[in-house]
Nanobody
Framework: QVQLVESGGGLVQAGESLRLSCAASGGTFSKYAMGWFRQAPGKEREFVGRSSWQTSGINYTGSLKGRFTISRDNAKNTMYLEMKSLKPEDTAVYYC????????????????????????WGQGTQVFVSS
């Protein structure tokens, strides 16, 4: 059983930066693809990015690439999300998730970039960006 705990959320002003952390336990972190998602009030959960388990590759949703950076430290069983130049529309609950399938490549049917493809989730951390 994998447990994920996000931290680092809070209230910031537009233009500021924030770093979120996702601490994993109960499994072999280095063997999992990890993802960040976010969900704003009244909206569906949105893909932010995915970190591969077997390469250093990271995929981002296009609109956030350049402002958001995902990294992971397998020695610390932790993934990070660095967010800069934050905007009010970035306000959301941010979730980390683990995909434990150990896929070597993603087909459309694997849902690697949407919630269906992840089997463990954290409780989320709230980020509020004021204008």
């Amino acid at each position: 059983q994998v447990q994920l705990v996000e931290s680092g959320g809070g209230l910031v002003q537009a233009g500021e930066s924030l770093r979120l952390s996702c601490a994993a336990s109960g499994g072999t972190f280095s063997k999992y693809a990890m993802g960040w998602f976010r969900q704003a009030p009244g909206k569906e959960r949105e893909f932010v990015g995915r970190s591969s388990w077997q390469t250093s590759g990271i995929n981002y949703t296009g609109s956030l690439k350049g402002r958001f950076t995902i990294s992971r430290d397998n020695a610390k069983n932790t993934m990070y999300l660095e967010m800069k130049s934050l905007k009010p529309e970035d306000t959301a609950v941010y979730y980390c998730a683990a995909d434990t399938r150990q896929l070597y490549y993603c087909r459309v049917s694997d849902h690697c970039f949407d919630p269906e493809g992840f089997d463990y989730w954290g409780q989320g951390t709230q980020v509020f960006v004021s204008s």
